[in-house]
T-cell receptor
Framework: GENVEQHPSTLSVQEGDSAVIKCTYS??????FPWYKQELGKRPQLIID?????GEKKDQRIAVTLNKTAKHFSLHITETQPEDSAVYFC????????????FGAGTTVTVRA | DTGVSQDPRHKITKRGQNVTFRCDPI?????LYWYRQTLGQGPEFLTY????????KSRLLSDRFSAERPKGSFSTLEIQRTEQGDSAMYLC????????????FGPGTRLTVT
């Protein structure tokens, strides 16, 4: 099955700095890559996603890049704010089935004021 | 609140007991998913429904687990003869088949087996 590895497991940044989280996947057929943010005790919420036919996508301070050849994708958060503190999960579709996702183990991001 | 809802939010049970959880998806969503999340890990796929049909089950889903979605709306997940290893957060998600495949998660049911 699909194996998604996520690094780092924890990330501490100064407010205003950028945060980068990287994920790799193993299934070359994967074509959908969402990122979820989960605050303590709350449900995972989608923050951005990308399909395999696109190399980069931006939404305000958040961007995702995808390198299909290398099978890795990254989340970039610029101008971090305290409310960005949360656990972030990357995921990849298992094969070309966009309904079945394999998640990374998560990155705990702490933004220091 | 028109998002995905789950009930109960917390369940404490003794080993060997049966438990049942309910998920109500977003009303127009025809796809429904169950995931399990343990501490420090990402959600793990358990099973998936399209309308009332259960189309896929993970190998993680032992014979003690059964899920239903009888009318293509809400879904139940039952765990029989619970074991301590079943302790986890059980998340439900829903999506609408089509160009947008975003999965919207519910708040989860936290199960503790003592």
């Amino acid at each position: 099955g699909e194996n998604v590895e996520q690094h780092p497991s924890t990330l501490s940044v100064q407010e205003g700095d950028s945060a980068v989280i990287k994920c790799t996947y193993s299934d070359s057929a994967s074509n959908y890559f969402p990122w979820y943010k989960q605050e303590l005790g709350k449900r995972p919420q989608l923050i951005i996603d990308i399909r395999s036919n696109v190399g980069e996508k931006k939404d305000q301070r958040i961007a995702v890049t995808l390198n299909k050849t290398a099978k890795h994708f990254s989340l970039h958060i610029t101008e971090t704010q305290p409310e960005d503190s949360a656990v972030y999960f990357c995921a990849a579709s298992i094969g070309s089935n966009d309904y079945k996702l394999s998640f990374g183990a998560g990155t705990t991001v702490t933004v220091r004021a | 609140d028109t998002g995905v809802s789950q009930d109960p939010r917390h369940k404490i049970t003794k080993r060997g007991q049966n438990v049942t959880f309910r998920c109500d998806p977003i009303s127009e969503h025809n796809r429904l998913y169950w995931y399990r999340q343990t501490l420090g890990q990402g959600p793990e796929f358990l099973t998936y429904f399209q309308n009332e049909a259960q189309l896929e089950k993970s190998r993680l889903l032992s014979d003690r687990f059964s899920a239903e979605r009888p009318k293509g709306s809400f879904s139940t997940l039952e765990i029989q003869r619970t074991e301590q290893g079943d302790s986890a957060m059980y998340l439900c998600a829903s999506s609408l088949e089509g160009s947008s495949v975003v999965q919207y998660f519910g708040p989860g049911t936290r199960l503790t087996v003592t």
